[in-house]
DNA sequence: ACCTGAACACCGTTCAAGT
DNA sequence: ACCTGAACACCGTTCAAGT
């Protein structure tokens, strides 16, 4: 008579990213979270192998809600943009899952698919190799950069911290201007880039042509 | 009779700093770093109130090798150009401290005083107050974005990782052009954004003139 | 003033035992 | 096949005790 199942992977990644985006990534212990899940602490090796592929398993659960549709339908510059924007989006909304990023795609399937849409796309609207890869890893450097940490929010709230430093003065306000500082920043990078790029793509074109 | 003194900050600080860098943040326990310094483990609490305390000070003394002397004697182009250069060396020659910078100066002196000298620079130069707060974060990142982590080094170097995406067939061979294609990517963007500032800069003289 | 040993409440992981 | 309890070798931190 086999009892009922009380664990799949799709439950202990639904439980360990909902107490990574609540508490953040040093909330999830074995333990805890295994306690959420109304069961023991060994109970989660039947169904993952370590700590690591549960966090491994959420990081990519996100990486799957960024929409990479845009390449194929769009010209390659607003496919870009959209992706870029989609990107950022999805982090902004996990940001404890940022760091967990950080060294690639490694083996996490939604994170390898959304490497090969980028670099097909971009392959495919006439860019070379070596440059598509830069501008993949450049998007994911502003991308990454600024769903880490917000800019704003790294400054303290205590004026007195900031006597010392002349320039400094009003730092301490740079939380409240939190969205508008840390989306303006990114739009302005993002704009830059993609008109750099259209030029570049341009001045290639002209002299193949 | 005083005992010889075992330990200072700065003895604590610099063997903190060597795990870092030769094994990683995991490898910093109290205990570990007391053993490295012929120590016990409480010890360290009379230095310091908590390991996280240490691991700032190990930020904030990578932080304060980058140099930022340009500003004021140098075009904010080259100026921008030359400190993100040296930021960015600083950073990849200590990757695995960059996620701890990931939330902003906070109360590290270094750190506070790079941002001082960014923006006051930037605000020297004639930019408002808005755009070289938008800057300053832009810069921070590209420059943490790409030292975070290795784009070329995020793919794994099986092949047979790689047979169901059709564009990443090539992706293991990413490792061998490490430095190309991280320097590449960093230096393209970072050429990029100086020549669009260079543009939003001057229209905006135009317009005022 | 600074260092130590013992102790607290935790970790990730293994494994024999149960069903 | 999957869950459990006990155990292993660790954690960060506190604190009374020593010098």
Redesign the pocket.
């Known amino acids: 008579m086999a ?1 009922p ?3 799949t992977r799709e439950r202990i990644v639904d439980a360990a990213a909902a107490l990574v985006d609540a508490e953040g990534l040093d909330a ?5 979270l ?1 306690a959420e899940l109304g ?5 989660l ?3 993952f ?4 592929e549960i966090l491994d398993a959420v990081a990519d659960a996100v990486v799957a809600q960024v929409n990479v549709s845009f390449f194929g339908t769009h010209d390659w510059r607003e496919a870009l943009r959209l992706w870029a924007h989609s990107y950022r989006a999805v982090l902004s909304a996990h940001p404890n899952v940022v760091p967990m990023l950080a060294h690639g795609p490694g083996r996490r399937p939604a994170a390898l698919a959304m490497a090969d849409a980028v670099y097909g796309g971009l392959l495919d609207a006439g860019w070379p190799e070596a440059r598509a890869t830069h501008i993949g890893a450049l998007l994911r450097y502003l991308v990454h950069g600024s769903a880490l940490g917000s800019f704003a929010l790294g400054f303290a709230e205590d004026p007195l911290l900031y006597e010392h430093y002349p320039h400094l003065q009003r730092a301490h306000l740079l939380a409240e201007h939190k969205h508008s500082v840390d989306e303006g920043a990114f739009t302005l990078g993002l704009d830059m880039f993609i008109a750099g790029l259209d030029r570049l793509f341009a001045s290639a074109k002209g002299v193949s042509a």
Chains 1, 2 share one sequence.
């Open positions: 009892r199942r009380l664990l999830v212990s074995i333990r805890r295994a069961v023991q602490g060994p109970s090796y039947n169904h192998a370590t700590k690591n």
